[in-house]
């Protein structure tokens, strides 16, 4: 069956940095688009970025030049790399296959 199995969240101050992984089983993953998706506290879920199987990349707004999706199909996973954290950027990080399924989630804290 699926696994998306997400880590890397954790407490950071603004400004700082982290990069959570998602590994990824029980489908061809080299095949697959990925995504990453966040859900602030009382806020509905928002695309945060998106890597295509060719390797195309989508960002939203305002994350754009802080954040960098990446994969390692050798390794079935995907990368969120994020830098200059901001307190907005708090909430679960999901990841996910596009239409399918969902991880469980990793929280993310920006704060000081």
């Known amino acids: 069956q699926v696994q998306l199995v997400e880590s890397g969240g954790g407490l950071v101050q603004p400004g700082g940095s982290l990069r959570l992984s998602c590994a990824a089983s029980?489908?061809?993953?080299?095949?697959?688009?990925m995504a990453w998706y966040r859900q602030a506290p009382g806020k509905g879920r928002e695309m945060v970025a998106h890597i295509s199987s060719d390797n195309t990349k989508n960002y939203e707004e305002s994350v754009k030049g802080r954040f960098t999706i990446s994969r390692d199909n050798a390794k079935n996973t995907v990368y969120l790399q994020m830098t200059s954290l901001k307190p907005e950027d708090t909430g679960v990080y999901y990841c996910?296959?596009?239409?399918?399924?969902w991880g469980q989630g990793t929280q993310v804290t920006v704060s000081s």
């Open positions: 996910i296959l596009p239409g399918a399924y």
């Open positions: 029980g489908f061809i993953f080299s095949r697959n688009p």
